[in-house]
């Protein structure tokens, strides 16, 4: 008898929390069709006024002045130019991160459009343009929004949110630190401690109202490799009392692509291995004594990235003694696999296609650009996810990428966007609220 009434119990529970549950979803849809000329508004002011990668001072001081007015408790200053906000809700749960970068890129704008950017800015001591060319003051906005969403329904959240406005993700200036990696080494997870952190990206090539994302590796990690050639130098007409490092880079960048054609197995992870620069002699009748060539690496696991730095320095090494040059390899570790926990995202999903519907929630294949939201995945459970940006009915073929100056981004999915971070929340903090 005491164990029916026990099941009756829990099983009303389940019907209240339900209600209560859905109660806030409608309550969460309400303040986002609200907010989004609000939105919209904020986006195109932080469009017309970009910066650079730690020099996000008025961006954050506009982010602040908001979180502020919600009443949320606001640390700046965070990792340079970050801005943290932390949002206690009324019964106890688990601590929510939500993550948006800040930073633009030096571009200059061609997009014909009212609040263009016409900015300049100082980028490795060159005056250059600068523009949101990779859509991260839409990524502001609907943070933004989304914090007014939830503090709105405050007293009803099993948990707390962390909002993160994360500076220079797209890599601080050189000889600085910036961006995920300096938020995490300055405690961005700590006080309190974050137990799972949420963030999306817009993209300019899916269409408005579709969500896409990847268990596991969905972006690849970015490694920088340098090689200097030591050989002799010659007149070019006596190149037999050379030891020539062009040719000897010639032969290590043919082999620095046998790595992905013959040493991963492509049909369980992608991988990338190429020269972007050379850099060498002064004159065309000089065989020179030195080389310098530099490039990139990307994988989407750990034992593979691994294998391809030590090909890379076997081949170098052995192709340069073959030749009778030297070799010096460095590798440096850029930004990490963007990682989403198998278990968070299975779990998440029915969230996302909830709320855009199950058919616009599209699994993937992943992509060998970076994100260094994988820094805080590196520490915590993270799920990232891509949300459209393209106008309905174009050619994603026909889109301006990401990062070149007619980049462009069609407002109508950010309502969507806000929608999905809050739901995320909610549900999460549901699922591990404190009975």
Request: a neutral charge; charged letters at 20%; aromatic letters at 6%.
């Amino acid at each position: 008898m005491k164990k029916t009434i026990l099941f009756a119990g829990l099983f009303t529970y389940s019907i209240f929390a339900a209600a209560q549950n859905s109660d806030l979803k409608i309550k969460v849809a309400q303040k986002a069709a609200s907010l989004e000329s609000k939105v919209s508004s904020w986006r195109r002011d932080f469009h017309q006024n970009p910066e650079l990668g730690n020099r996000e001072f008025k961006t954050a001081k506009k982010i602040a002045v908001h979180l502020q007015s919600l009443g949320i408790e606001v640390q700046t200053g965070v990792a340079k130019t970050g801005v943290v906000g932390i949002l206690k809700g009324g019964k106890p749960g688990p601590v929510v991160a939500l993550r948006a970068d800040m930073d633009a890129l030096p571009v200059t704008e061609r997009v014909n459009i009212p609040f263009a950017s016409k900015a300049m800015g100082e980028y490795n001591g060159q005056q250059v343009g600068v523009m949101h060319a990779c859509g991260h003051d839409s990524h502001i906005a609907m943070l933004m929004g989304t914090a007014e969403i939830l503090a709105s329904i405050k007293s009803e959240l099993k948990g707390t949110v962390k909002f993160i406005f994360q500076p220079a993700e797209e890599g601080p200036p050189e000889g600085e630190e910036g961006g995920a990696a300096l938020m995490v080494k300055e405690g961005v997870l700590e006080n309190p401690k974050v137990d799972v952190i949420f963030g999306l990206h817009i993209s300019a090539d899916t269409e408005i109202g579709k969500i896409n994302y990847r268990p596991k590796g969905a972006m690849a990690s970015s490694d920088w490799f340098k090689i200097k050639i030591k050989g002799k130098q010659s007149h070019g007409a006596s190149p037999w009392q050379s030891v020539d490092p062009i040719v000897t880079a010639s032969q290590i960048i043919l082999g620095l692509q046998t790595i992905v054609s013959r040493n991963v197995d492509l049909t369980e992870s992608a991988a990338v291995v190429s020269v972007g620069k050379i850099t060498s002699g002064v004159r065309s009748n000089i065989i020179p004594e030195e080389l310098e060539m530099a490039g990139t690496i990307r994988t989407l696991d750990k034992k593979v990235q691994e294998m391809i730095h030590n090909r890379v320095k076997q081949i170098t090494t052995n192709i340069a003694e073959s030749a009778g040059a030297a070799a010096e390899i460095s590798i440096t570790k850029q930004t990490l696999i963007t990682y989403n926990d198998p278990t968070l995202t299975e779990k998440m999903v029915p969230t996302l296609e909830a709320v855009a519907g199950k058919s616009n929630v599209i699994l993937t294949p992943a992509a060998t650009g970076a994100e260094d939201f994988s820094y805080y995945q590196d520490k915590i459970p993270g799920l990232f996810f891509f949300l459209g940006g393209m106008p309905k009915g174009k050619n994603p073929a026909e889109t301006a990428s990401h990062h070149t100056p007619d980049f462009y981004i069609d407002e109508g999915g950010f309502v969507l966007g806000m929608k999905a971070m809050s739901e995320l929340t909610i549900d999460y903090m549901e699922m591990n609220a404190k009975k």
